[in-house]
């Protein structure tokens, strides 16, 4: 085995113990921005009825949810089967029958090529290593449908080589910084793990971007939506 999928099988397995922890206090866990996120995303991806979905990292179904309630045909996809289960316990209580949900690491997902409308994620992929979200960029431009579109909202940023990355890694500093002892532990946990690209790996909208670009997609937007996050948009040409 190559050493690049071995890292990637240990990526994969650190992310199923750590979603599949969550699944009972994911929806009080996550950031306080979170929902206004998923409201910034839900409205750029613009979903009209009938289209065909894949949520990334779909989690409980903050964002397969919504979509699904305006007519979306969505296949959540999540590496734990407890949050899976969850999404589609909630997709039964809510009446909707046009949610899926699958158990699958997004780094190994296969669709058909040309049979999506819409690829959607929220605060998943900064997760992933580097080189497999370039591979998941690549293969999303193929799933897609001419004109259907991919619409990323997640933390973003890079190595403070921009006055933006400083700014947002000074505030997050500080924030935890003022909670304290309890504060002080997180700030020097997430040093290591910024440091040494564990668990947590974001990239700069300017790299998501390129990746976009690389893939052969257009019509790229990206802006910021708060804090950290940021949401990037693009298309498959016609």
């Given at each position: 085995?190559?050493?690049?999928?071995?890292a990637?099988?240990?990526?994969?397995?650190?992310?199923?113990?750590?979603?599949s922890?969550?699944?009972?206090?994911?929806?009080?866990?996550?950031?306080?921005?979170?929902?206004?996120?998923?409201?910034?995303?839900?409205?750029?991806?613009?979903?009209?009825p009938?289209?065909?979905v894949?949520?990334?990292?779909?989690?409980?179904?903050?964002?397969?949810?919504p979509?699904?309630?305006r007519g979306?045909?969505v296949?959540?996809?999540?590496v734990?089967?407890?949050?899976?289960?969850?999404?589609?316990?909630?997709?039964?209580r809510?009446g909707l029958?046009?949610?899926?949900?699958?158990?699958?690491?997004?780094?190994?997902l296969d669709?058909p090529a040309?049979?999506?409308?819409?690829?959607?994620?929220s605060?998943?992929?900064?997760?992933?290593?580097?080189?497999?979200?370039?591979?998941l960029v690549?293969?999303?431009?193929g799933?897609?449908?001419?004109?259907?579109?991919?619409?990323i909202?997640?933390m973003?940023?890079?190595?403070?080589?921009?006055?933006?990355?400083?700014?947002?890694?000074?505030?997050?500093l500080?924030?935890?910084a003022?909670?304290?002892?309890?504060?002080?532990?997180?700030?020097?946990?997430n040093?290591v793990?910024?440091?040494?690209?564990?668990?947590e790996r974001?990239?700069?909208?300017?790299?998501w971007?390129e990746?976009?670009?690389?893939?052969?997609?257009?019509?790229?937007?990206?802006?910021?939506?708060?804090?950290?996050?940021?949401?990037v948009?693009a298309?498959?040409p016609?």
């Amino acid at each position: 085995m190559r050493l690049a999928d071995l890292a990637t099988r240990r990526a994969v397995q650190r992310q199923r113990r750590v979603w599949s922890d969550r699944v009972a206090s994911w929806n009080t866990h996550g950031s306080v921005n979170l929902a206004g996120v998923t409201a910034a995303l839900v409205a750029v991806a613009d979903v009209q009825p009938g289209d065909v979905v894949v949520d990334l990292g779909a989690g409980n179904g903050q964002v397969t949810i919504p979509l699904a309630m305006r007519g979306a045909h969505v296949l959540g996809i999540d590496v734990s089967q407890g949050m899976a289960d969850t999404l589609k316990a909630e997709a039964v209580r809510r009446g909707l029958d046009t949610v899926e949900a699958m158990t699958v690491p997004i780094e190994e997902l296969d669709l058909p090529a040309g049979s999506i409308d819409l690829v959607v994620s929220s605060y998943a992929l900064h997760h992933l290593r580097d080189p497999d979200k370039a591979k998941l960029v690549q293969a999303a431009a193929g799933w897609l449908k001419p004109g259907g579109r991919i619409v990323i909202a997640d933390m973003m940023f890079g190595r403070g080589g921009t006055q933006r990355d400083r700014e947002i890694i000074k505030s997050k500093l500080l924030t935890l910084a003022r909670k304290g002892p309890g504060g002080w532990w997180r700030i020097a946990k997430n040093v290591v793990r910024y440091l040494a690209r564990v668990q947590e790996r974001p990239i700069s909208m300017e790299a998501w971007t390129e990746l976009m670009r690389a893939a052969g997609l257009t019509a790229i937007t990206a802006s910021t939506v708060v804090a950290e996050a940021g949401l990037v948009s693009a298309q498959r040409p016609q």
